[in-house]
């Protein structure tokens, strides 16, 4: 298959989602318990701070970033936060248990997006659940479209990420197909992201690497 077909991979993959509520952690003990939100997934506030490590799964090269709730924007009408990381800016708003993520003037390999829209959790579905958003992309006269399938995968669970136990985890599995001549050909399972509940994203397991989180700092 060629290269370009491929593109999904790294550019979906690398629109991830961060969350929280007011609270620091420290590397020691149990994450502290956050009260239930109608968002709790995502209860994004200002001025909060998260710092994740990704660990190439080959090379074993570590890299760190952070990301910041920088304040809120106006998107058709609707308010989404502003979360900006050391490469990208994303944008995120939550309605009754569904969480909407957008980015813009995104690229990859020649291929380019004004924006790219999608649900990437809902937390209000049983597990095993099974939703579906489409992205396009351009590449001079080439147009493609990607099918993106996620699947609630694992929910209510514990997951121990670094010394710390997350409680009230959701996991979801992002896979993805593309028309190639008119024939659908899977693009495999692209990432599957873990959720806490009070915090937000924990953790992004990929072919080629893993992201965690290390620490946040969530301000009122």
Not at 37 to 45: D, K, L
Not at 91 to 102: A, E, K
Not at 152 to 172: A, H, N, P, R, S
């Amino acid at each position: 298959m060629p290269q370009k077909y491929f593109w999904p991979l790294a550019m979906i993959s690398g629109l991830i989602l961060w969350a929280a509520c007011k609270k620091e952690v420290s590397r020691e003990g149990e994450p502290p318990t956050a009260p239930a939100t109608t968002c709790s997934y995502a209860p994004y506030t200002t001025g909060s701070a998260y710092n994740f490590e990704n660990v190439n799964n080959s090379t074993k090269d570590t890299t760190r970033f952070s990301v910041n709730i920088t304040g809120d924007t106006i998107i058709n009408g609707l308010v989404y936060k502003k979360l900006a990381s050391d490469t990208a800016t994303t944008y995120d708003h939550c309605d009754n248990g569904s969480y909407h993520q957008m980015v813009r003037g995104i690229s990859y390999e020649g291929y380019t997006a004004d924006s790219v829209m999608s649900i990437y959790l809902k937390d209000n579905v049983p597990a095993g659940a099974t939703w579906s958003d489409t992205v396009t992309v351009k590449n001079g006269a080439d147009q493609q479209t990607v099918y993106l399938t996620y699947t609630i995968t694992q929910k209510g669970v514990v997951k121990k990420v670094y010394d710390l136990d997350y409680t009230d985890v959701i996991g979801v599995r992002l896979s993805a197909t593309v028309k190639v001549l008119g024939i659908p050909v899977s693009l495999g399972t692209l990432a599957t992201n873990y959720y806490a509940k009070g915090v937000g994203l924990i953790q992004i397991d990929q072919p080629t690497d893993t992201t965690r989180l290390r620490d946040y700092n969530i301000e009122p």
